[in-house]
Structure formats: C-alpha cells, structure tokens
C-alpha cells in the first residue's frame, strides 16, 4: 500500500500498532455504549453503517448492541487492526484502505466517523468530506477535537500528528443538503463514562435528497 501523506505512514506502522493496545477493553467498550445512545437518540431505522477509521471495532460493537440486527462496514489502514476488525464485522465488509482511497460508491443509513478527522493531513479534509457525504443516505456523524478555528498541536511526541476545527461547522458550509439535527460533548473526567473530550455532531441529509 502506498500513501500520499505523512499522516498515512504514521497511522499504518507501528505508532498505529501500538494504538490499538491503548484502545480496547470493557471500560472502552461501555463509555462507547452509552455514547452511542446519546448520539442517535433521534435517529432511526440505521439497518446499515460504515466507520472511516473503524481500528479494530470498539464503535461498531457498541452499536452493535443497540442495533444487532445491523449491517456493518468499516475501512482501516493499519493492517494489524484491519485483520482484527474482522473478528468483529464480516472480513467482507472490512475495507484495509486508507481513507484517502476509498470509493464511496455505495450509500449507508449511517456514515460516521470518530477520532479520525483528527489525524488527517488537512489539505486532505475536502475530499474526506466528500467521500463521507457520498456514502451518507440519511445520517452523518462526525465526533471529533473541535476548535473554532483550525490549530496544530503536538501528539504523544509528534508534530503535524493532530489537527483541531471545526470539521462539522465545515461539512455544512459545503454541502447544504445536510442538516445540524444534534450535537453534545462528553468530557475525559466524567464520573462513569467517559471520552476524550469528544464533540459530536448529528447531521441528517435533507428528506428531497434522500
């Protein structure tokens, strides 16, 4: 696999490797759970989903619980958590890509991604978007840092690593079919589940472009 970016190399080797060490477990898993809950609570009929970023499936589990009956899809770079994605979703829903080479040719009731938008290298934002638009056929849910204006900062010991925005507030600038329906925050020192200082943000595609 070859990469455009810095960001790519970085989220595919090791440093992605020893992520997903850091990222798993029953606490993970439940604060995911009740995050979940919150975030969809008005939406509806989500038979299907697709994670950018799934890693190796804490999200999907979650949402598993709540939707069992759901379809399933994720695209990961790094491999190692590629192939234990598939323990979670079937291997032919895994998609071992970059995000940057996805083609969204196909529509889910859900497209989402978490913690992702994050790490990509900025100049690569608009096509990320479009891609996420393209495979939302109703909702679209984007929880990631938010800063109202775009800033740097330094990630674990690495620079160019981690970018905050406002990535929702420009989804809706450029693409006016979809609509703000809900939006929260869940802090890293809340008393029984928390996150990582997550901003959520609910969009739905307006009902003439469904």
């Keep these: 696999m070859t990469f455009k970016t810095e960001q790519e190399e970085f989220w595919s080797g090791e440093f992605g490797n020893d992520y997903i060490d850091r990222n798993q477990g029953d606490k993970l898993l439940a604060s995911n759970l009740v995050m979940w809950a919150d975030m969809l609570k008005r939406a509806r009929n989500l038979d299907t989903c697709i994670e950018f970023g799934a890693n190796i499936g804490?999200?999907?589990k979650a949402l598993k619980l709540l939707y069992p009956e759901q379809e399933q899809y994720g695209?990961?770079?790094n491999s190692e958590a590629a192939d234990e994605l598939k323990n979670v979703i079937p291997p032919a829903n895994v998609f071992h890509s970059s995000i940057l080479d996805f083609d969204a040719d196909a529509k889910f009731d859900l497209s989402f991604i978490k913690g992702v938008l994050i790490h990509i290298n900025p100049d690569e934002l608009p096509d990320v978007y479009k891609k996420l638009v393209a495979s939302c056929g109703?909702?679209?849910l984007v929880a990631e840092y938010y800063n109202p204006s775009p800033v740097g900062i330094p990630y674990r010991g690495h620079n160019d690593r981690l970018f905050k925005r406002d990535f929702a507030g420009?989804?809706?600038?450029?693409?006016?079919?979809?609509?703000?329906?809900?939006?929260?925050?869940?802090y890293h020192k809340d008393p029984k589940f928390p996150q990582d200082d997550i901003n959520w943000f609910l969009m739905e595609r307006q009902a003439q472009d469904l």
């Design 58 to 60: 804490m999200n999907l």
């Design 75 to 77: 695209i990961e770079i």
């Design 138 to 140: 109703r909702y679209l």
């Design 170 to 186: 420009e989804i809706l600038d450029l693409y006016p079919e979809m609509t703000l329906i809900d939006y929260g925050f869940v």
